[in-house]
């Protein structure tokens, strides 16, 4: 294995009603005043809202509103929290939702801790040296953002999607219950089983070398994915498959799957951020689009990792077989697998290539990912 250096400080709390510890949770870490942050009407319709309210006035913790994030977080809406975050003099943030509110969430976090163009932040010309601490109430098992340090953002002006990360940007506490998932559409659970995948497979595939035991963790975190996925779709609220969905959605992008692995990089979520940031198309949905046309195109760098994959999750001995079967998997579940299916024309190739290699210039990327090569890629979307 690699030297490494693990850090994880969010403390998770499991489990059925924990949502109701959130006002105990923030008086005794010392938290007076919140911005509570939410998406649209869901958690408005389903009670969470009037549930978390009451959990914070029971304990007398004040706190400011700042709803309707979208599903892909915009720069200006987050500007409008970390103005509101200021002026109010807030102690903390509490994010009550998705990977979406989270991210927005960590960015007014520290957003208002400084000055400036936070944009710079997101171009990686300034580093984050504080920021507010961040409480969450997780909605949607999927990207990870409950037990990690990273946000994304999308400017909307120049049709950017870019990401932050920082020690700084981890929740302190994080409220999982499975049961606040259980409205998930089928949609968005097929989106958030390939975000899942995605976060384990990148390192898994582009990295030098992986260790059997991170191989096997990998593997057995794609597994199961997809059978609760299944168990899901057919039956919404089984309390055991959401858990452990949920469960495994967090251990995917919390750092451990990644350790002791040589080299490694993101080069599926590189080309989805441009989809997404192009076409506001859902993040998962973008990476469904995105993953089978770069297997392809990425197969013979690694051919005994790609044979590896094919046995260990479809019992299969060929890598094209098991790059198929997973496209196929994703098609069952109901995302798309190419851009004519998420109504995205050829023509546009060229501008996704051109926004794809100005996200791999800021990840130190464009080395590998010239534009010519993502257009290669990409153009394999609709093979």
């Known amino acids: 294995m690699e030297n490494f250096e693990f850090f994880n400080p969010t403390r998770i ?16 870490d010392g938290i007076q005043r919140v911005l509570f942050l939410f998406g649209k009407s869901s958690i408005k319709s389903t009670g969470l809202y009037d549930r978390v309210i009451h959990a914070l006035q029971k304990e007398g913790i004040q706190f400011v509103e700042h709803g309707g994030v979208k599903p892909n977080p915009v720069l200006s809406h987050a500007k409008e929290g970390i103005e509101k975050a200021k002026k109010n003099k807030v102690d903390a943030i509490l994010a009550v939702g998705g990977g979406s509110v989270i991210d927005e969430g960590k960015t007014i976090a520290f957003g208002a801790e400084t000055s400036g163009d936070i944009w710079e932040f997101f171009k990686r010309s300034r580093t984050i040296d504080k920021a ?151 993040h998962g949905a973008c990476l469904s689009i995105v993953i089978p046309a770069w297997m392809k195109w990425y197969l013979e760098k690694n051919i005994k990792q790609f044979e590896r994959f094919a046995k260990e999750i479809f019992s299969s001995k060929d890598a094209h077989e098991g790059i198929n079967k997973l496209k196929e998997w994703f098609r069952k579940i109901g995302a798309p697998v190419t851009l004519r299916e998420a109504g995205i024309s050829e023509k546009d190739i060229n501008r996704i290539a051109e926004n794809a290699y100005s996200i791999a210039v800021v990840w130190d990327m464009a080395e590998k990912y010239s534009k010519e090569v993502l257009t290669e890629i990409i153009k394999k979307a609709n093979d």
């Not at 499991?14 to 008086?27: N, Q, W, Y």
């Not at 990360?165 to 968005?188: A, D, G, R």
Request: hydrophobic residues 40%; charged residues 20%.
């Open 13 to 28: 709390i499991f489990g059925k009603k924990t949502e109701d510890k959130i006002g105990k949770i923030l008086k005794r």
């Open 132 to 282: 507010l601490p961040i409480y969450v109430i997780l909605t949607l098992a999927a990207t990870g953002s409950e037990m990690n340090g990273f946000a994304v953002m999308t400017k909307e002006e120049t049709q950017e999607k870019l990401s932050v990360s920082s020690e700084h940007l981890f929740p302190k506490v994080s409220i999982l219950n499975p049961e606040l998932t259980y409205t998930v559409s089928s949609q968005y659970q097929a989106y958030a089983a390939v975000d899942t995948i995605a976060h384990v497979i990148e390192y898994y595939f582009s990295g030098q070398y992986c260790p059997n035991l991170q191989n096997r963790l990998i593997e057995s975190l794609i597994k199961t994915v997809m059978e609760n996925t299944e168990i899901i779709l057919q039956e919404p609220q089984n309390y055991n498959a959401r858990a452990e969905f949920m469960w495994a959605a967090t251990l995917a992008l919390n750092g451990i799957t990644r350790l002791g692995i040589k080299g490694g990089e993101f080069p599926n979520h590189m080309i989805a951020h441009a989809l997404g940031a192009l076409y506001d198309l859902a």
